[in-house]
């Protein structure tokens, strides 16, 4: 049973536009949410993370909003680079374990 | 470049067979994790190991097992192979068991069962 959903396994931006991914979770007890970027031949590096204290967090281009009540969050890349141009997962996890949750990925392509 | 390192980089085995995976963490990680990604698939946690015992399981049969060294290196053995254990498996080391933030991932083995 997928925990941790991300329903657009593919979005094409424009450069310079902003890239909005999406996420839904189903199991109330995640309080911990995480975006990781993964490029071809490489694991998944940490991008940006939110606790279920908050409901926004922003680091440089990089903002991620969690709805508790909708069980969703997004990820916003504004302005969107070519060099975003990856897999994103968002993972999640309860009580700041290790055992991460991964969603299945949405592939961005940002057009130059 | 995370600093974890896996070997091999890909690996073809058949039905049956057993098969030992390596990982070696960042200096100073006493925590390493492992993961499943089976192909469009997100990355599934199979157990993770800390100060060389384990901590913590997700939801992977007995066959699937692990050791964790001194030397920040660790092992992930998978026996009587199946056709569904094709995967990418990952390896993600951290300085503690619950950093998520600095859980570094290598970048994995591709395995094929045939």
Known sequence: DQQVKQNSPSLSVQEGRISILNCDYTNSMFDYFLWYKKYPAEGPTFLISISSIKDKNEDGRFTVFLNKSAKHLSLHIVPSQPGDSAVYFCAASVGGANNLFFGTGTRLTVIP | ?114
């Open chain 2, 1 to 114: 470049e995370t600093g974890v390192t896996q070997s091999p980089t890909h690996l073809i085995k058949t039905r049956g067979q057993q098969v030992t995976l390596r990982c070696s963490s960042q200096s100073g990680h006493n925590t390493v994790s492992w993961y499943q990604q089976a192909l469009g698939q997100g990355p599934q946690f199979i157990f993770q190991y800390y100060r060389e015992e384990e901590n913590g399981r997700g939801n992977f049969p007995p066959r699937f097992s692990g050791l964790q060294f001194p030397n920040y290196s660790s092992e992930l053995n998978v026996n009587a192979l199946e056709l569904d254990d094709s995967a990418l498996y990952l390896c993600a080391s951290s300085p503690g068991s619950v950093n998520q933030e600095t859980q570094y991932f290598g970048p994995g083995t591709r395995l094929l069962v045939l």
